[in-house]
């Protein structure tokens, strides 16, 4: 059995074994991942949905005009506020899925618990983004690697808050040395429940008339992924003692 498949098969496990309240707090972080996600959307000067995608389907592409004819600077703060509360939120389904994957007890607040350390959040936010972003400018592969180089610094400020920003990102590349191609393999392996996801959501939206995108799919999709990059973490980290 390959790696991937069997932190997945553990995942299975663990989260039949938290039903129903694994599926409950997954539902709450779906709610208000979702509810986030549209407040960006709707934001004035942000992202016009309708304009861009009718653009597109007309033959359109978006120009520098329009952007800065749209452009409302409240809108874009708001926005970007908005990113790094939702980046925050995702930090917490992280140390849920943690505390899943190690047996602990589990409540609800559990997924708030990024708020807890936001500012070393918001700092490995920032300079993660930066460096994978300076990265991007030598070829797109470069920038996908410095992703993955990153990845585990926030399971990393979770299991130790006292770490600094910079230190859990050094930490985070110094455990995926030999191990980014691993990662990637896992997160292709759930291509097909991110494409049910989205088939599910196109299909309230354009066939049930449901004006707000949801990614119903999610509820179970969320603590799959999460419970299994928890474990993976799990296996660095005992590979790296060793």
Same mark, same amino acid.
Request: glycine share 8%; with cysteine.
């Given at each position: ?5 069997e932190l997945k098969s553990s995942a299975r496990q663990l989260m039949f074994e938290n039903a129903p309240k694994l599926f409950y707090i997954s539902l709450l972080f779906m709610i208000l991942s ?34 800065i004819r749209d452009f409302r600077p409240v809108g874009a703060t708001l926005a970007g506020i908005i990113i790094l509360v939702r980046a925050i939120l995702d930090v917490g389904f992280i140390g ?25 959040? +918001?700092?490995? @936010?920032?300079?993660?983004? *930066?460096? #994978?972003? !300076?990265? &991007? ?66 299909? +309230?939206?354009? @066939?049930?008339?449901?004006? *707000?995108? #949801?990614? !119903?799919? &999610? ?24």
């Amino acid at each position: 059995m390959s790696l991937g498949s069997e932190l997945k098969s553990s995942a299975r496990q663990l989260m039949f074994e938290n039903a129903p309240k694994l599926f409950y707090i997954s539902l709450l972080f779906m709610i208000l991942s979702t509810v986030l996600s549209e407040l960006i959307f709707r934001l004035p000067g942000t992202v016009d949905l309708d304009g861009g995608y009718a653009g597109l389907a007309a033959g359109e592409l978006p120009s520098l005009g329009l952007f800065i004819r749209d452009f409302r600077p409240v809108g874009a703060t708001l926005a970007g506020i908005i990113i790094l509360v939702r980046a925050i939120l995702d930090v917490g389904f992280i140390g849920y899925s943690m505390r899943v994957r190690r047996k602990q007890e589990t409540e609800f607040q559990d997924i708030f618990s990024g708020f807890l350390i936001f500012v070393k959040v +918001l700092l490995i @936010f920032i300079i993660s983004a *930066i460096f #994978i972003f !300076l990265w &991007s400018l030598l070829f797109i592969i470069p920038g996908i690697i410095a992703s993955y180089r990153y990845r585990l610094a926030y399971y990393i400020l979770l299991d130790d808050p006292r770490k600094g920003a910079l230190q859990c990102i050094s930490e985070s590349a110094i455990l995926m040395k030999g191990a980014k191609a691993d990662l990637l393999i896992i997160d292709v392996s759930f291509i097909g429940w991110h494409l049910l996801n989205f088939m599910v959501m196109m299909f +309230l939206t354009s @066939f049930l008339g449901i004006p *707000i995108p #949801i990614p !119903l799919v &999610s509820i179970w999709l969320s603590p799959y992924i999460g419970v299994t990059v928890a474990g993976f973490y799990e296996k660095r980290i005992i590979g790296f003692a060793a």
